[in-house]
């Protein structure tokens, strides 16, 4: 069992920098994907970015390629989501993800608001 616990969002002004961290209580495998998903209102939820733990290969969402970067550190069991250049758009709820590549098994935490002004 893994459990999750997201931080570090808040209110941005457009062009700004949040970096939101997620720490997993258990022990997270080299067969995990961890990632970031969000939801803005009355829209369905979408993948940011997540990161292969045994590779360290990245995948971003086109929207986000150039301004998010994420990261781990398997040390702490914490996932990063570096996010810059901040635009309206990007306010949402942000989700931390974590999968198990070989039986898919996934996790998640309880969202963290992020919210940008124009």
């Known amino acids: 069992q893994v459990q999750l616990v997201e931080s570090g969002g808040g209110l941005v002004q457009a062009g700004g920098s949040l970096r939101l961290s997620c720490a997993a209580s258990?022990?997270?495998?080299?067969?995990?994907?961890l990632g970031w998903f969000r939801q803005a209102p009355g829209k369905e939820r979408e993948f940011v970015a997540n990161?292969?733990?045994?590779?360290?290969?990245?995948r971003y969402a086109n929207s986000v390629k150039g301004r998010f970067t994420i990261s781990s550190d398997n040390t702490k069991n914490t996932v990063y989501l570096q996010m810059n250049s901040l635009k309206p758009e990007d306010t949402a709820v942000y989700y931390c993800?974590?999968?198990?590549?070989?039986?898919?098994?996934?996790?998640w935490g309880q969202g963290t608001q992020v919210t940008v002004s124009s």
């Open positions: 993800n974590v999968r198990n590549l070989i039986s898919q098994i996934e996790y």
């Open positions: 258990g022990r997270i495998a080299s067969t995990y994907v």
């Open positions: 990161i292969t733990q045994s590779t360290g290969t990245t």
